[in-house]
């Protein structure tokens, strides 16, 4: 499947952004919609992830309470509402889909069979 991811952009500290990963075609109810952020100089870190299906949804500790993720099954759209950004979330953020993964692995960047291209955040202090 093919991912388009959007929605980035430059925002002050305590703003809201919301991005989307549009795919191609409609996720199977087993698929996982995951988003991953890479910062300059680091390895890519998981954000949250999500069952198509609606069975399961993960966040990150380090963004829990602040990030949701959501679907339009419509739109076979997943976002990511970021709510009280940090500069510490300046990243470029990567949207991925999985077919095959498991509730324990849904964390593991290699687990994801699909990656649509990076959307830049920067978040200004």
């Known amino acids: 499947v093919q991912l388009q991811a959007s929605g980035g952009g430059l925002v002050q500290a305590g703003g809201s952004l919301r991005l989307s990963c549009a795919a191609s075609?409609?996720?199977?109810?087993?698929?996982?919609m995951g988003w991953f952020r890479q910062a300059p100089g680091k390895e890519r870190e998981f954000v949250a992830a999500m069952r198509w299906s609606g069975s399961g949804t993960w966040t990150s500790d380090s963004v829990k309470g602040r990030f949701t993720i959501s679907k339009d099954s419509a739109k076979n759209t997943v976002y990511l509402q970021m709510n009280s950004l940090k500069p510490e979330d300046t990243s470029v953020y990567f949207c991925a889909a999985g077919s095959r993964i498991i509730n324990t692995s849904v964390r593991v960047e290699a687990a994801y069979d699909d990656w649509g291209q990076g959307t830049q955040v920067t978040v200004s202090s």
């Open positions: 075609e409609r996720p199977t109810s087993r698929t996982v």
